[in-house]
């Protein structure tokens, strides 16, 4: 689905991670992911226990294909937002351009609240992620810079 790989460098990640924590303290969730419409997980923060993040990150990907599917269907370009409310534990997802920010919550939140703080935090995401697109990633090193014809060519001798 995205056209070109996210590259973050370590700081950049350590911001998005502050941001998902701001979040999640702020809307009084158990965890808060973000993720790419491809279902590759970017960071997570909160009580992961033993939750199947890479499921999570997959499934939440597929919601929003299919529910996207069903927004064409009735002329609609996408459904910005998604909602499951369960009987103990909601997630609410919201679509920030090529990411998915995912947020699961229980009966210590509300979804008003959610979607509210959510709303504010995407805002900021697609600032965040404008910036790194458009950043230059020229001096960073490949990590096959090094390697020779030669070197390859002892690999299989």
Do not use: C, W
């Not at 808060?32 to 279902?39: M, S, T």
């Not at 929003?64 to 998604?82: D, H, Q, R, S, Y």
């Not at 919550?105 to 979607?115: H, N, P, Y």
């Not at 995401?125 to 404008?130: G, I, N, Q, R, S």
Request: zero cysteines; proline letters at 2%.
């Amino acid at each position: 689905m995205a056209d070109t790989p996210i590259l973050l460098r370590e700081q950049q990640y350590h911001q998005i991670k502050a941001v998902l924590a701001r979040l999640r303290m702020d809307a009084s969730a158990k965890v808060v992911f973000l993720v790419d419409k491809d279902g590759q997980e970017i960071a997570s923060q909160g009580e992961v226990g033993n939750l199947d993040t890479t499921s999570l990150a997959s499934l939440a990907a597929g919601n929003v294909a299919a529910t996207g599917g069903m927004a064409a269907l009735i002329g609609e370009k996408e459904f910005p937002t998604l909602s499951h409310e369960g009987e103990k534990e909601s997630i609410h997802i919201s679509v920030v351009g090529r990411l998915l920010l995912v947020v699961v919550f229980d009966e210590r939140s509300s979804l008003g609240l959610v979607k509210l703080r959510s709303k504010q935090v995407s805002q900021q995401l697609a600032a965040m992620f404008d910036e790194i697109a458009a950043g230059d990633y020229d001096d960073l090193e490949s990590p096959f810079a090094g390697i020779t014809d030669e070197d390859i060519d002892s690999l299989f001798s």
